[in-house]
């Protein structure tokens, strides 16, 4: 017993998680990361970090992380204070930190509230009838390729595929840039990742130099040629916002146009990829669902809680705190681990097996002031999709198991081959 109460099993070797770091990102433990996750929390609730701050694995600590106000996301203030300033210099980092998932109130309370409920219900149900429709021409593009091959990848098919033209046509932006926009989107994630190395850090940079010229001239073009999209309302409200300060509101709409877009594309594509691996890989979970529509939202929560598109998240200690009975000081990171948390048996039972119908808990899409901005429309599209594909593929299979890009934050399936 301490002051601050008891620690619940943290260990003091910080080198104790390196090997299970490696394993993350390693193939094996691409495909099937939940032993890793296992033995994290089986370390503590909150594990030191090889390089300072801590892992937190429970359930119940991550959600206090993503929920209290004491927690931040490390902006350009605290990025000031550490001592390895060179590493927040990065140009694709910088960019990244002036979004919103990088800032700190007060910014993002004034940047939040001009978005409002990007999808609520009646923007979801306009879009509703436009994703439905897209669905179908993709799984159309899809049938035809199981036919002509006999097998098709469903990544580059399908899954890519449907998020970016449901955010591209809500923007109104031209269908012939979205493979430009799912390329650099691709590379730039790269120094989002924990350790970043300098490679990483120079495909990002190339990257983060063509994302800025396509969405700068985007809405330059948008600006000469305002209509009734919503992409078009935004420059008219920036604009009323900095009338005498055209810089500040071209850098607000690009921050905020550059990250909406291409934060609803790898996650939602990851989603959606996952619910077809999961649901088509036991012919019996899709059966169950054809005679049961009314639990596909069931499974979109159970993917998402089994596999989550995004393995951790940072935030820092706005004071000196305990969180699981370990005192954290002021400025010191923590690393959610969303899967290891969805994981944890103390809240999900049995958790290493997928049941559709848990009703389960998971914490894929946040909490609190950064709760994810797409779930609602994320949901929407995995929802379109199921619906759709079980219908008209009832003998659909993959021919392998999903291919992975070798990440440790974002998770990106490159490939899943299926069958029918």
Not at 54 to 67: E, I, M
Not at 274 to 303: G, K, M, Q, S
Not at 374 to 394: D, I, K
Request: a positive charge; one cysteine or more; glycine letters at 6%.
């Amino acid at each position: 017993m301490t002051a601050v109460g008891v620690i619940r099993g943290t260990t003091p070797d910080r080198r104790a998680v390196i090997p299970l770091l490696r394993r993350l990102r390693s193939a094996e433990g691409q495909a099937d990361p939940l032993p890793v996750w296992e033995e994290l929390r089986a370390l503590g609730d909150v594990v030191p970090a090889p390089w300072g701050g801590y892992f937190v694995t429970g359930f119940d600590a991550c959600n206090q992380v993503l929920r209290g106000r004491n927690w931040l996301v490390p902006d350009f203030d605290w990025q000031e204070r550490q001592p390895d300033t060179g590493r927040w210099q990065e140009p694709a980092t910088r960019e990244m930190t002036r979004t919103l998932s990088r800032l700190n109130r007060p910014a993002h309370t004034v940047q939040r509230r001009a978005l409002g409920n990007l999808f609520d219900r009646g923007t979801l149900e306009t879009m509703r009838p436009q994703i439905a429709d897209h669905v179908t021409r993709l799984l159309d593009r899809l049938d035809r390729r199981l036919r002509s091959h006999g097998a098709a990848d469903f990544v580059t098919t399908v899954g890519e595929q449907l998020p970016i033209h449901t955010v591209g046509r809500w923007l109104a932006i031209p269908a012939e840039h979205y493979p430009h926009i799912l390329d650099f989107t691709h590379r730039q994630v790269h120094a989002q990742e924990l350790l970043p190395t300098k490679s990483d850090l120079a495909i990002s940079a190339q990257a983060t130099r063509e994302m800025r010229a396509f969405f700068t001239g985007l809405l330059a073009h948008r600006r000469a040629h305002l209509g009734n999209d919503v992409l078009s309302g935004w420059i008219r409200h920036w604009d009323a916002q900095y009338p005498d300060d055209r810089a500040a509101a071209d850098q607000t709409l690009y921050d905020l146009t550059m990250f909406i877009t291409i934060a609803s594309l790898e996650t939602t594509a990851t989603l959606l990829t996952n619910a077809v691996w999961f649901l088509t890989r036991d012919p019996a979970r899709a059966d169950f669902l054809r005679r049961n529509p009314e639990h596909i939202d069931d499974a979109i929560d159970e993917v998402l809680r089994y596999d989550p598109p995004i393995h951790l998240n940072s935030r820092f200690a706005a004071d000196d705190t305990v969180l699981a009975g370990v005192p954290i000081a002021k400025d010191t990171t923590v690393h959610v681990l969303y899967g290891a948390a969805n994981h944890d048996p103390r809240r999900n039972h049995q958790p290493h097996v997928f049941d559709i119908r848990r009703k389960g808990g998971h914490l894929t899409f946040g909490g609190g002031a950064h709760y994810c901005l797409g779930s609602a429309l994320a949901r929407l599209e995995a929802r379109q999709l199921l619906t759709q594909l079980l219908e008209r593929f009832p003998t659909l299979r993959p021919t392998a198991g999903p291919a992975y890009a070798h990440r440790m934050v974002f998770r990106r399936i490159t490939s899943l081959y299926v069958t029918a």
